[in-house]
């Protein structure tokens, strides 16, 4: 049982495809390396500067311990979810 032609076509389809890739990975690893960077310190500013962002804001009545706990969560939730991205796409490539 020998290869058809087109047996054939496709593999050397996917070979380009697949050499197309590797040229890729570096561009795509330094993007999401630099990402990572920039999300990584932009959520230490964040937690540096929480006082002024999170606290007590006397013109807002209804702005009590638990709603200002709820918002610093939110964010520290997306920065989490924001890192294990990007964490996860630099390891996959």
């Known amino acids: 049982m020998g290869a058809s032609p087109g047996d054939l076509h496709n593999m050397t389809a996917i070979l380009g495809v697949l050499h197309e890739h590797r040229e890729s990975v570096l561009a795509l690893r330094i993007f999401f390396g630099v990402l990572l960077a920039i999300v990584f310190f932009s959520g230490l500013y964040i937690f540096r ?8 804001d006397p013109q807002v009545a209804a702005d009590h311990y638990g709603a200002r706990n709820l918002r610093l969560w939110q964010v520290i ?3 989490i ?7 996860m796409a630099l390891y996959k490539l």
């Open 49 to 56: 500067i929480r006082k002024r962002l999170f606290d007590r």
């Open 77 to 79: 939730l997306v920065w």
């Open 81 to 87: 979810l924001a890192m294990d991205l990007l964490i």
